[in-house]
């Protein structure tokens, strides 16, 4: 696929991805309006937000739903362009050696002290660890395999990258272990990447990614931030400019959905 047919179809699929979208949403939130289980309505036996009144319980549920469900739709879209140049798959299975998954528990336990701060190097030569073994299987974000390079990228993806103490530790020993899994499959490390990805860059497009509780079990090598994550599922030094401007192309599809949502909840407003 050359590049001309290559941002064609990247851009067709986030019009498509969005518009759709909108529709689901909007249409969602108004057949809700009179169910009390419905998203919106459920915050309005929530005294401390509807003494605020009715338009800052509107929006406060409102925003609540669009970040979430926005963010579900970015994930989803993000899979469809990657399938354009990736073989795309969302579990890893295979052997796992008890020597290696020691290796990875010794490992967390120094990052989780601040013993040892997180290098690509620190699990090079994983795969000579051998001894007992298990068959194992783990549901995985992203698994990326580019077919005419025969590498692999294992990507753990956060819309915004928040992600707690607890959660850090356990995205990073699954990794590890999927990264061991593959390698023990492929004999060779040099064809699996690990990454922590995110749609966006929540300190600002370009700037450093400074969030201690990715950094404390994620080495700068293994990030994946905003550009470089749509860059890498484009396969494309443009995707992130592509999908941004496609993306604010057909935003108002949203902005529409979401005015549509507010005549019905609040008529009067």
């Known amino acids: 696929m050359n590049n001309i047919d290559n941002e064609k179809a990247i851009r067709a699929i986030v019009s498509s991805y969005v518009e759709s979208y909108a529709a689901g949403f909007s249409d969602r939130h108004i057949a809700e309006k009179d169910g009390e289980d419905g998203t919106i309505n459920m915050k309005i036996n929530n005294i401390f937000i509807a003494a605020l009144g009715p338009e800052i319980q509107y929006y406060s549920a409102l925003a609540r739903s669009l970040d979430s469900s926005l963010g ?81 990228y294992l990507i753990e993806m956060k819309i915004g990258g928040d992600l707690d103490n607890k959660k850090a530790r356990s995205e990073k020993e699954a990794l590890l272990e999927q990264f061991c899994i593959l390698t023990n499959e492929l004999g060779s490390e040099n064809k699996v990447r690990v990454l922590f990805a995110t749609a966006y860059n929540r300190y600002g497009e370009g700037k450093p990614w400074g969030q201690g509780r990715v950094k404390q079990f994620f080495a700068d090598e293994e990030l994946c931030i905003s550009r470089d994550f749509w860059n890498l599922v484009c396969k494309s030094d443009n995707g992130y400019d592509i999908v941004i401007d496609e993306y604010t192309k057909n935003a108002h599809f949203i902005t529409e959905a979401l005015n549509r949502i507010k005549s019905v909840y609040l008529p009067n407003v």
């Open 72 to 152: 579900n739709m970015l994930e989803r879209m993000a899979i469809k362009i990657a399938s354009l140049h990736y073989k795309v798959t969302q579990h890893v299975e295979g052997k796992l050696y008890k020597e290696q998954t020691d290796y990875i528990a010794e490992l967390l336990e120094k990052y989780k002290r601040h013993a040892l701060t997180p290098s690509i190097d620190d699990y090079a030569g994983i795969t000579e660890r051998r001894g007992s073994s298990i068959e194992k299987r783990h549901e995985s974000d992203y698994y990326l395999i580019d077919e005419e390079t025969d590498m692999r």
